[in-house]
């Protein structure tokens, strides 16, 4: 817990610190793709890659819900038995709400669920697993194009969901995720981001990630 304060506390301060009182304050409405590059740190030489698809609305009162589908690989380059290589599948929700702080910045705070299902590269069954949690950060605009964010969250993971063979029963971990980054809109309804991300499972490696993603903005309707 005192990890998760301290990553919350550094990330804010830093977007904070960035920004200034412009008339403008960030989307909740959009339809995005987004490709993710990453590698643990740790004894084995294991990397991932990704591909995700993602929408977000904006409800009554500042509330806002998401749902992102993630299709991706994992490649053990050391060639290890340990961590195979595999396939997964990633589904995961969120639910939250982004009050205001000032003209240009939202405060948020997210509660999320998902599932990771592995096909496995050595195994006819691969595992899978839940997991849950929460995110706080604050998401500013820098100018009227550039927005930067920056996040951090604390989950409770399934051993499934970080091991392609991990058995039912198997205890999991706790993990502290935070993220820094920006996004240039080119217009009101077009913008790249991109994304680094730090994944510690509170053991003794950690998953650094990187992504891109392209963002469709369109009008809130509810």
């Known amino acids: 817990m005192k990890k998760f304060l301290l990553s919350l506390g550094v990330s804010l301060l830093a977007v904070i610190y960035a920004t200034t009182s412009i008339a403008a304050s960030p989307e909740w409405n959009y339809f995005e793709v987004a490709f ?6 740790n004894d084995y ?17 500042d509330y806002h819900i998401g749902l992102t589908l993630t299709d991706g690989e994992n490649t053990d380059e050391d060639g290890g038995f340990g961590d195979p290589n595999g396939d997964f599948d990633t589904w995961q929700i969120n639910f939250g709400r982004h009050p205001a702080l000032t003209a ?15 096909d496995d590269g050595l195994f006819d069954d691969g595992a899978d697993g839940d997991y849950y949690g929460i995110e706080i950060g604050i998401r500013s605009m ?22 392609a063979d991990a058995d039912e029963g198997d205890s999991g971990a706790k993990e502290v995720s935070h ?3 920006g996004r240039y809109n080119f217009d009101n309804n077009f913008s790249l981001g991109l994304t680094l991300i730090n994944q510690d499972p509170l053991l003794d490696d950690s998953d650094n990630n990187i992504q891109f993603d ?9």
């Open 142 to 163: 820098y100018t009227d194009k550039l927005e930067l964010f920056a996040l951090a969250s604390l989950g409770d993971y399934d051993a499934g969901v970080e091991n």
């Open 36 to 41: 993710n590059q990453g590698d643990e740190d």
């Open 45 to 61: 030489d294991h990397s991932n890659e990704a591909t995700s698809i993602g929408v977000g609305l904006e409800l009554l009162n």
């Open 179 to 181: 993220k820094i980054g």
């Open 104 to 118: 240009n910045s939202d405060l948020v705070i997210n509660f999320f669920a998902g599932n990771k299902d592995w």
């Open 214 to 222: 392209v963002r469709w903005r369109f009008d809130r309707f509810l």
